[in-house]
């Protein structure tokens, strides 16, 4: 009979491993999303064997994103356009809106590396094309790729740095997501990255210290017909799902009803890292309600897929993680196109001014969410309004048209003077009166808007009718409010590594994505978010490969 110290040898610890894990790989990714496609498809072209994991169908929040990927510094698309751009102007930008999300060094890396980030993607099958959209908006039509997705012409940061054209929109029909996530998903299999969806991680497995594999529930085994009803189910859960919490709910109970029933435990074994790039928590409320419980959360639409729900970040923490900026919600209140808009004044329920209109739609509703209610309105006079109503068409996708349209009619107040409209709204009239002057006052005599807005985009308020437009959150009808969160688990910014809350990592195990806190952690402009995902699944699906190969 062999000794305790023998049956405790590395040898015999090695095979008794071996006889327990269900599968294997170098790497294995939790949550095949863009951070996640991005991880494993570095890591598998750096030589280790990858195995993805997906709770649902794979491409996450990407997949229902409107594809637009924040690039700059003069990438193959910008010069096509014939947009002049370099890192020092871009990071010039981006200090302002990131802040310390990350650090300086980081940020300057992020956009030192952006061209060579479009060229892997283009390299990769995502299509981009060099079609500058002449107006601004917070999406383009089918007709441009190219535009300003964020506040670079507006007001102050005019002045930090020369406003750049940085949307980069994945070349295709309608919100164009899956045209960024889908070329990636089939690189990524043809270069032999494994992927198992219908299997949900539920736990990390540690040894001496180090993430060696994950515990999931799978429905690998399940009848045909199980499978075939599930991802029907989840395509449901994922959009049109995103729009209603009613029946996204109701799908979701479902979907755990067939995983209870036909899933089976399965343990992975990964021989050099985990990568969790399981996105934010939006879809979780009551994640959402204990680090946000001040946060008015319970009036948006949670933007993401059902996955979305903190697993990553919870199964990390259960193993000492640190956490960041997880009360940092982004709230999207967009006003155009149409462009003209950007034009109006928007007003609180004190009659006061909020922001500088023409920022984009996040600063908005940052700005909404902090104020008394939530009330907000978009005043606008006849002439504004036939300026736009002129634009709708030209600058509107089919949804943008709608919402548009609901919020012109649904969520309208007339009247024929200021204080007449103020006070059918409930808003102090005086104080919307003093509003509007001071705002006309600064045009009439060329000085600086009271906000900040750029003298080319403000429009003077004087022509009867007058109409303020509801943009509450409560006016859910007229004009949903998409949410998401951007805290996550904390990183090494070199590595990918999941830090400690002692401040050390856990070895073996990395986040990217909304997962972890990045470049988009304290506040969002179109594509910041995805690009992140590229840049730091990227990151981490290097250096788990690294470590791999150090061991």
Known sequence: MLGKDAEDTPARKAVARMRTWDASADVVVVGYGGAGVAAALTARTAGADVLALDRYLGGGATALSGGIVYAGGGTWVQRAAGVEDDAENMLAYLRAEVGDAVSERTLRQFCADSPAMIDWLSSHGVPFEASLCPYKTSYPTDDYYLYYSGSENSGDFRELATPRQRGHRAHGRGVSGKKLFGPLAESAAGHGVRVHTGTRATKLIVEDGRVIGVEATTLADAPAAVRRRFAALARISAKPGVYHKGLRRAVQALLDRIERRHGRPTRIEARSGVILTTGGFIANEAMVARHAPDYPWAEGLPLGTAGDDGSGIAMAEALGAATGKMDTISTWRFIA?????????????????????????????????????????????????????????????????????????????????????????????????????????????NRPDPQGKPDDIRRPIRTRPFALLDISFKARLTYPTPMLTLGGLLVDEDTGAVRTTDGGTIPGLFAAGRASVGIASNGYVSGLSLADCIYSGRRAGTHSVQLSRAA
């Open 337 to 445: 196109p149409p462009s003209a808009f950007f034009g109006s004044l928007a007003v609180n329920a004190q009659g006061r001014r909020m922001v500088d209109e023409s920022r984009y739609g996040a600063a908005l509703g940052a700005a909404i969410a902090t104020t008394p209610g939530n009330r907000a309105w978009l005043l606008i006079d006849a002439d504004l309004e036939a300026e736009a109503r002129k634009q709708i068409g030209p600058q509107s996708v089919w949804f943008q048209r709608m919402q548009t349209e609901m919020l012109l009619r649904a969520g309208r107040t007339s009247g024929r003077t200021i204080e007449e409209l103020a006070a059918r709204a409930g808003i102090d009239p005086a104080a919307l009166r003093e509003t509007v002057d001071a705002h006309n006052h600064a045009i009439d005599e």
